[in-house]
């Protein structure tokens, strides 16, 4: 579920003429400093979105990709994954969290350690596990705003109807991969391969 939570600084006016409040521009301490209470937000053109919570389907699918693909990048050490949790500060000002993020290691040079804060600009993969209440918009003003900020590939993987979409531009996709394909990191994530059903099998205990 998407929200889009009213900034607690505004105050409410009944008189329906008058000009809106501005937006509040929100600082990276700011925005570190909210009470989360097992919530996740971004900052979307100033406006706060609690993104809710996901279904077992999306966590399991998310699940599974973050575990192959992690297990992949740090056996061969070939950069950093972080999770849903994690923002990314854009130059817009919007921070943005896609479900499952790789930066590679080019990225991160000069780094002993990861900043407790936001890294700069969008991660070389985002990947994005489609909720039943993500909108086409949403899901667009995102890829967009990931390839404007840095990113090479993009992910949106389809749970219900088993599919992923593969971008390596803000403007369409550049393919279908289904069931029965193969996901490949190309040179972003390179010799990275997945049978695309392993993310979608049914339990087998």
């Not at 006016?13 to 700011?30: F, L, M, R």
């Not at 407790?116 to 918009?137: H, K, Q, R, Y």
Request: hydrophobic residues 35%.
């Amino acid at each position: 579920m998407t929200i889009l939570l009213q900034n607690p600084t505004e105050n409410l006016t009944e008189n329906q003429g008058e000009t809106p409040p501005e937006k509040k521009i929100w600082t990276d301490a700011e925005f570190m400093a909210l009470n989360r209470d097992g919530h996740r937000y971004e900052i979307v053109n100033g406006e706060l979105i609690d993104m809710g919570n996901s279904g077992a389907k999306h966590g399991y699918v998310c699940s599974i990709l973050m575990i192959l693909l992690g297990g992949y990048v740090r056996l061969q050490k070939l950069g950093a994954m972080f999770d849903s949790s994690t923002a990314f500060k854009m130059k817009s000002g919007n921070k943005r969290s896609p479900d499952i993020s790789f930066m590679a290691k080019d990225r991160l040079q000069g780094l002993d350690d990861l900043p407790d804060g936001f890294l700069e600009g969008a991660p070389d993969l985002a990947v994005e596990i489609l909720s039943p209440s993500n909108t086409l918009e949403e899901i667009d003003q995102k890829i967009r705003e990931y390839f404007e900020n840095g990113s090479r590939l993009v992910w949106v993987i389809n749970p219900k109807q088993k599919y992923i979409l593969v971008y390596r531009n803000g403007q369409e996709p550049e393919r279908l991969v289904k069931s029965n394909d193969s996901l490949e990191g190309e040179e972003i994530v390179p010799g990275f391969n997945l049978s695309v059903a392993e993310l979608f099998q049914k339990l087998a205990f």
